[in-house]
């Protein structure tokens, strides 16, 4: 009887905790749910699509949305429909894993810069030299030294996303090694991994989950302008920006070959920016406060 108890009495607040965040986050939910739709179509695309993304059909060229080709068919008589429904895996891999990197290597960066001030000096004037250049002409130039390919795609955007999280660790680390219990640590002759480890980083993991989805939003925007130039991901790789690309010589007599694909696009970025708003009202101390 007292296990049972105990385990009503956890999920009571459980269960409080739920009901509030989706009364005072409604954005939260509505952006995960699309969120978790699009991960689902791009898990099940095989199955939900119609017929081969990259199968040819030239007699089939430029046909409008029906009942057999729910998107229509491109200038190659391929299905509009199944190429994005591909298109998705594409984005999420290439959002998901710049956010990741950008975010493992930019928080390394930070806190080492933030907490030894040589490492400072060194490494921030390069953080510095990378941001001064915008991310999407830096991509370009990173890919232009590089063949098209998803890996390369990934790594380019990564590079010029590094810089953000690094400088936003490293404010953070600034403001916290002047506090006094990482100066009590740092007095109790703690080593400065132990120190970085268990009194600064548990403190950065709020911004910088915030600064991820932001992170993965941009990474998707980049890659679709990356793809649609002609610098991204091999044009045989249906993405959302390939098949945007592709469209825009018929957009005139075929506007659903971008309005399709750029639906898909714009949807999936807004999921992700309403759970990066959504995490940083519901991580932000102030606010917490306040509601």
């Known amino acids: 009887m007292a296990a049972i108890s105990a385990d009503i009495v956890v999920r ?3 269960r409080r905790w739920l009901r509030e965040t989706v009364r005072r986050h409604p954005t939260v939910v509505a952006g995960s749910l699309i969120l978790l739709a699009m991960v689902a179509m791009a898990i099940f695309a095989p199955y939900l699509g119609t017929v081969d993304p990259i199968a040819v059909a030239p007699v089939k060229r430029l046909r409008f949305p029906s009942e057999l ?4 068919t491109d200038a190659y ?4 429909y199944s190429r994005t429904l591909y298109g998705a895996r594409v984005s999420l891999q290439v959002g998901l894993g710049v956010a990741l990197f950008a975010t493992v290597f930019g928080l390394a960066i930070g ?7 040589l490492a400072d000096a060194l490494l ?3 953080m510095d030299g990378l941001m001064s250049v915008p991310p999407v002409l830096l991509a370009i130039a990173l890919m232009a030294l ?13 590079i010029s996303e590094v810089p953000r999280v690094a400088r936003l660790v490293r404010g953070v680390v600034l403001s916290l090694r002047e506090q ?3 100066e009590a640590a740092r007095a109790a002759g703690t080593p400065l991994l132990r120190t970085l480890w268990r009194h600064i980083l548990p403190n950065t993991i709020a911004p910088v989950l915030v600064q991820a989805t932001y992170i993965c939003a941009s990474a998707m925007i980049t890659e679709a302008v990356l793809s649609f130039i002609g610098a991204g991901t091999p044009p045989q790789i249906p993405s959302w920006g390939n098949i945007m690309a592709e469209g825009r010589l018929y957009f005139e007599i075929r506007p659903y070959l971008i309005i399709f694909p750029g639906l898909f696009l714009s949807a999936t970025v807004l999921a992700v920016n309403l759970v990066g708003d959504g995490l940083r009202d519901a991580l932000d101390p102030r606010l917490a406060r306040r509601m």
Not at 69 to 72: A, D, E, I, N, S
Not at 146 to 158: E, M, P, Q, R
């Open 180 to 182: 006094p219990f990482v």
């Open 111 to 117: 806190l080492v810069t933030g907490f030894v001030r």
């Open 124 to 126: 921030m004037r390069v």
């Open 12 to 14: 009571a607040p459980r």
């Open 77 to 80: 008589g391929r299905d509009v």
């Open 146 to 158: 590089t063949k098209a390919s998803l890996g390369n795609v990934i790594i380019a955007i990564t």
């Open 69 to 72: 080709y729910w998107f229509g």
